[in-house]
């Protein structure tokens, strides 16, 4: 911002011409070794701890020793500010900085707080008000400007303070800059409870698409559906005999010219059923069945890291990180040989309609196979053909995201380090069945519903992203005179500068002459 460009009254200021005072930090001494006569307890704030200070104030600032001698310069008083000059990484520049103020000092204890040599303490001039410049700091971090002074390797960023500190800073007349800072302190409460009641909206996302699935499993989102119609739903029988036409199907598929049919297994109460207290009572055309019943093959990909090729020459091959609600994301997959390939599908090559259920990692995420691209899976993923009559693809996803059936899901994934959810615990999760007309109908009602939900988390998104934005459009506004009106009576900012620069003249003379005394 050029000098022209200011408002009338205000002018601009190197960074180094209106602070008093700086110094580096001091790395305290474990307190258990060094608390003698000649060390002073006291909580010493690290750079990793600034970074969301606005918020905890410091929280996790360390119990440390530091000798008195260094304690008598370095202690936090009202209104210094804490610049990180030390610490980014490639995607974090450093330069944040915070005021400190009274919730700061009084925070925990009374102990005396100082900063360590990864922040500089900085005390600018009584006769501004520190709070307008930690704001201009602030600005200039979030802006961007501050990467123009960074130095150091990707790994461990610094920054240059020697080049920092000639920075120039806009200043406006006192009595505007306490206005300026009285309004940003409005706007940015305002904008800290929109934020929190803008945090709570995920959650309430969340906890309405379980609510939607906990009606879909239940029955209580068709009720009103279902009054005056005839639903019946296939009997058990009925079932397995459609399961096992569809096995016979799937094997001679597979070119394998005889096997011996194995009944479904049944759900297991109290046994290897897990995750589930009761059968609760379900609607009469509703019954109760295991995974395997609604089934006719669950199989998983090899279970070792296979050899991956370039994508020119090979076949997609996904893993759990692949699998959401809404699909399989093919970014960042990985590929394989077509020889691979072939070999890793011969026991399920998917299909559309198939439903895939991570079994590995994180467990019990379901998605629908909606298009015919050709892949192969690992064994962290597990995929399930569905009963064609029997069971609605998105009906069986639905089931096993709703609560109901991932807690089952849950309590049957094993191990500690490699969390896994077996292909032969699965079959055992308990799944309410609905006729294959309402499964149809609930599923034209989840999709309505999410679509919704869907629409509210875009705007969300958008909301968000404005909101985040907000701070430095704010801030952009108040250093260009912009966020409240001046007043032709205030003293200029030139005339405030000479006065803080006559006490900055002062206090050298008053130094070099207490030197010479000493």
Not at 14 to 32: A, L, R
Not at 363 to 376: E, L, N, P, Y
Request: glycine content about 8%; hydrophobic content about 35%; overall charge neutral.
């Amino acid at each position: 911002m050029g000098e022209q460009e200011l408002p009338d009254g205000w002018c601009t200021s190197e960074f180094k011409n209106i602070v008093s005072f700086v110094i580096g930090g001091v790395w305290g001494k474990d307190p258990g070794d060094m608390l003698d006569e000649d060390h002073q307890l006291v909580l010493c704030v690290r750079g990793g701890e600034i970074r969301n200070w606005q918020r905890d104030k410091g929280k996790t600032a360390s119990l440390r020793a530091v000798k008195i001698s260094s304690l008598k310069s370095r202690e936090l008083i009202l209104g210094d500010i804490l610049l990180e000059i030390s610490g980014g990484g490639p995607d974090q520049p450093v330069g944040r900085s915070v005021l400190i103020d009274d919730e700061v000092l009084n925070f925990e204890s009374n102990l005396p707080k100082v900063c360590t040599n990864f922040l500089r303490l900085i005390r600018v001039s009584d006769s501004l008000n520190q709070k307008f410049i930690n704001h201009y700091l602030q600005y200039f971090y979030i802006s961007g400007e501050v990467i123009k002074y960074q130095g150091g390797s990707n790994n461990l960023r610094n920054l240059k303070y020697k080049e920092y500190e000639t920075i120039k800073i806009p200043l406006p007349p006192l009595s505007e800059q306490n206005r300026i800072v009285h309004k940003l302190d409005r706007l940015f409460a305002s904008l800290e409870i929109l934020k929190t009641k803008l945090d709570a909206i995920p959650k309430l996302l969340k906890n309405f698409r379980q609510a939607v699935l906990s009606q879909a499993v239940t029955g209580k989102l068709t009720e009103e559906w279902r009054e005056g119609k005839e639903l019946d739903n296939l009997t058990f029988k009925e079932i397995e005999s459609l399961r096992e036409i569809s096995k016979k199907a799937f094997i001679q598929n597979r070119g394998q010219k005889s096997y011996k049919y194995k009944a479904a297994t049944k759900i297991e109460l109290g046994g290897r059923t897990k995750g589930i207290s009761e059968l609760f009572d379900l609607p009469k055309s509703w019954a109760w069945v295991s995974i395997d019943q609604i089934t006719y093959n669950i199989s998983d990909g090899p279970h070792f890291s296979p050899e991956y090729v370039s994508p020119k020459i090979g076949k997609r091959f996904i893993s759990m990180r692949n699998i959401s609600y809404n699909g399989i994301n093919f970014n960042g997959c990985k590929y394989v040989s077509t020889t691979d390939h072939d070999k890793f599908v011969e026991r399920g090559r998917p299909e559309m309609g198939d439903v895939l259920l991570t079994k590995g990692g994180s467990t019990g995420i379901a998605c629908t196979i909606d298009s015919d691209f050709d892949f192969s899976y690992w064994v962290h993923v597990a995929l399930l053909k569905p009963i064609k009559g029997v069971v609605v693809s998105d009906y069986l996803k639905d089931a096993l995201t709703s609560q109901l059936l991932y807690q089952q899901s849950q309590s049957l994934t094993h191990g500690v380090g490699n969390q896994d959810l077996g292909l032969l615990r699965m079959i055992f999760i308990a799944m309410p069945l609905p006729s294959f007309q309402e499964q149809q109908e609930i599923v034209s009602r989840v999709k309505s519903l999410f679509t919704k939900a869907d629409t509210i988390e875009k705007q969300y998104s958008a909301l968000q992203t404005k909101i985040d934005n907000l701070p430095q459009a704010i801030l952009a506004k108040a250093f260009r005179g912009e966020l409240v009106p001046q007043d032709p009576n205030d003293e200029s900012a030139s005339e405030l500068l000479n006065r803080i620069k006559e006490i900055q003249n002062l206090v050298k003379k008053a130094t070099k002459l207490s030197e010479v005394l000493a």
